[in-house]
């Protein structure tokens, strides 16, 4: 069984910390991963993707992978209230199947 | 970015009815659709892939003959939702991968209540 898994949460954050949300898969041959970001009542939108070991930045998102540890992570600079949403995570398995496999999600929340 | 939609956003129905779903990718081909259902507070579930001129490949335990799929163009993936019931109330979204299939783009999602 091809697994993502996320601390459902919720993580809670002062305005202007650094917000870490974690996600471990289970197929080390996995290649393409995803972060989106869901507001309550809202369907997801995509954040980033990330297919290479190491950081990629984009604004005040950067993703991480580490592909030997089987994880991956978004970090949020400078967090805003307006980041408080469930946050997923999006693995695309190998094997054949392009269709990516979502965790459930971490709810964060940004207080004032 | 990529962007899909979704029609309607809302829509109340008694049981019984059959009601449809409309996705589209408004700026580029989507040679496969995929369909989501999330109950309150859980996390997605897909339900099928929805794949241009072809049959629906719907996931374990999810009924063909109640979730009616078809994805007639390149650009549209409708899901019937037939003889609807209380417990068919859910949010419903779509989904269009892009020409590498890697990335998946998000409709605003369709919410059903089934009185």
């Known amino acids: 069984q091809k697994e993502v898994e996320q601390n459902s949460g919720p993580l809670s954050v002062p305005e202007g910390a650094i917000a870490s949300l974690n996600c471990t898969y289970s197929d080390r041959g996995s290649q393409s991963f995803f972060w989106y970001r869901q507001y309550s009542g809202k369907s997801p939108e995509l954040i980033m993707s990330i297919y290479s070991n190491g950081d990629k930045e984009d604004g005040r998102f950067t993703a991480q992978l580490n592909k030997a540890s089987q994880y991956v992570s978004l970090l949020i600079r400078d967090s805003q209230p307006s980041d408080s949403a469930t946050y997923l995570c999006a693995v695309q398995f190998s094997g054949g199947s392009y269709i990516p496999t979502f965790g459930r999600g971490t709810s964060l929340i940004v207080h004032p | 970015g990529a962007v899909v939609s979704q029609h309607p956003s809302w829509v109340i129905c008694k049981s019984g009815t059959s009601v449809k779903i409309e996705c589209r990718s408004l700026d580029f081909q989507a040679t496969t659709m995929f369909w989501y259902r999330q109950f309150p507070k859980q996390s997605l579930m897909l339900m099928a892939t929805?794949?241009?001129?072809?049959?629906?490949?719907?996931e374990q335990g999810v009924e063909k003959d109640k979730f009616l799929i078809n994805h007639a163009s390149l650009t549209l993936s409708t899901l019937t939702v037939t003889s609807a019931h209380p417990e068919d109330s859910s949010f419903y979204i779509c989904?269009?991968?892009?020409?590498?299939?890697?990335?998946?783009?998000f409709g605003p999602g369709t919410r059903l209540l089934v009185l």
């Open positions: 989904s269009a991968a892009d020409s590498n299939q890697e990335t998946q783009y």
């Open positions: 929805s794949n241009e001129g072809s049959k629906a490949t719907y």
